[in-house]
Antibody, heavy 123, light 107 residues
Framework: QLQLQESGPGLVKPSETLSLTCTVS??????????WGWIRQPPGKGLEWIGS???????YYNPSLKSRVTISVDTSKNQFSLKLSSVTAADTAVYYC???????????????WGQGTMVTVSS | DIQMTQSPSSLSASVGDRVTITCQAS??????LNWYQQKPGKAPKLLIY???NLETGVPSRFSGSGSGTDFTFTISSLQPEDIATYYC?????????FGPGTKVDIK
């Protein structure tokens, strides 16, 4: 079955760039039926969508984070990645990657999630 | 941007009780509304998509309804394993927004 796994540093310094990778196993990231998304959750708080990418490289981002976010895809490695620049303590959160139904399908939802990875922004 | 509200923010109920959570969108989102369950320390799990469609493998005691701006999520008979936080999430114009969540526990 399809699985997603986040990886990357658990500690990032303020003003630096947070970089995470999501590896997809048990299926192809190049499916025409799905986008691939990043969602985060600060400790004790709710969920915030960061952005999503299609295997072709087409992206769309949360407007509140758009100026600092870049999401990319590497189909040869079955991975997609998140970069968040100029981080502050407010970016401390559990970061999840997830599969999202494409907008051309009847199920535009995040149906398979990674386990999440905690990223702390601190000097 | 579309804002989502949920009520109540938390509730306590007895095993076997019927539990209802409401979610309201700041503007019409048709039926582009999903519901997730999140247990402590775990990733969210999709329960309901497009307002009323039960995700494969999800118990039938979970259900959803509504369209436009007002939506309802129901657990027909609360079970101990349903202790979790429930989030609604809307999709509109290539943007996703989650509600603030409703924490459900056992009385």
């Amino acid at each position: 079955q399809l699985q997603l796994q986040e990886s990357g540093p658990g500690l990032v310094k303020p003003s630096e760039t947070l970089s995470l990778t999501c590896t997809v196993s048990g299926g192809s990231i190049s499916s025409s039926s799905y986008y691939w998304g990043w969602i985060r959750q600060p400790p004790g708080k709710g969920l915030e969508w960061i952005g999503s990418i299609y295997y072709s490289g087409s992206t769309y981002y949360n407007p509140s984070l758009k100026s600092r976010v870049t999401i990319s895809v590497d189909t040869s490695k079955n991975q997609f990645s998140l970069k968040l620049s100029s981080v502050t303590a407010a970016d401390t959160a559990v970061y999840y990657c997830a599969r999202q139904g494409a907008t051309t399908t009847p199920r535009v939802a995040f149906d398979i999630w990674g386990q999440g990875t905690m990223v702390t922004v601190s000097s | 941007d579309i804002q989502m509200t949920q009520s109540p923010s938390s509730l306590s109920a007895s095993v076997g009780d019927r539990v209802t959570i409401t979610c309201q969108a700041s503007q019409d989102i048709s039926n582009y509304l999903n519901w997730y369950q999140q247990k402590p320390g775990k990733a969210p799990k999709l329960l309901i998509y497009d307002a009323s469609n039960l995700e494969t493998g999800v118990p039938s005691r979970f259900s959803g309804s509504g369209s436009g701006t007002d939506f309802t999520f129901t657990i027909s008979s609360l079970q101990p394993e349903d202790i979790a936080t429930y989030y609604c999430q809307q999709y509109d114009n290539l943007r996703f927004t989650f509600g603030p969540g409703t924490k459900v526990d056992i009385k």
